[in-house]
Nanobody, 115 residues
Framework: QVQLVESGGGLVQPGGSLRLSCAAS????????MAWYRQAPGKQREFVAS???????TYVDSMKGRFRISRDNAKDTMYLQMNSLKPEDTAVYYC?????????WGQGTQVIVSS
């Protein structure tokens, strides 16, 4: 079993920055992909970015340049640096870890971008 705990969310003004973290624990395969998803009020959950344990990174085009995903394999922790935040980035951000055919999810961390 794998546990994922997100942190770093909060209230930020437009144009500001936040850094989200996702700490994984438990039985984690060395081959995995960690990802960030988000879900805005009244909308479906959407993919933000992913990073594989071997280093491959994928972003949604609309977030390239503003968001940067990274991970520290030694700490089993993934990060999302979010810059130039916009009100439309307001959402609950979820951490995902996929290993083989199994998906694990965190409980989410709220990000609110508002003046």
């Amino acid at each position: 079993q794998v546990q994922l705990v997100e942190s770093g969310g909060g209230l930020v003004q437009p144009g500001g920055s936040l850094r989200l973290s996702c700490a994984a624990s438990g039985s984690i395969s060395s081959l995995n992909v960690m990802a960030w998803y988000r879900q805005a009020p009244g909308k479906q959950r959407e993919f933000v970015a992913s990073i594989a344990s071997v280093g491959t990174i994928t972003y949604v085009d609309s977030m390239k340049g503003r968001f940067r995903i990274s991970r520290d394999n030694a700490k089993d922790t993934m990060y999302l640096q979010m810059n130039s935040l916009k009100p439309e980035d307001t959402a609950v951000y979820y951490c995902n870890l996929r290993t083989g055919q199994v998906d694990y999810w965190g409980q989410g961390t709220q990000v609110i971008v508002s003046s």
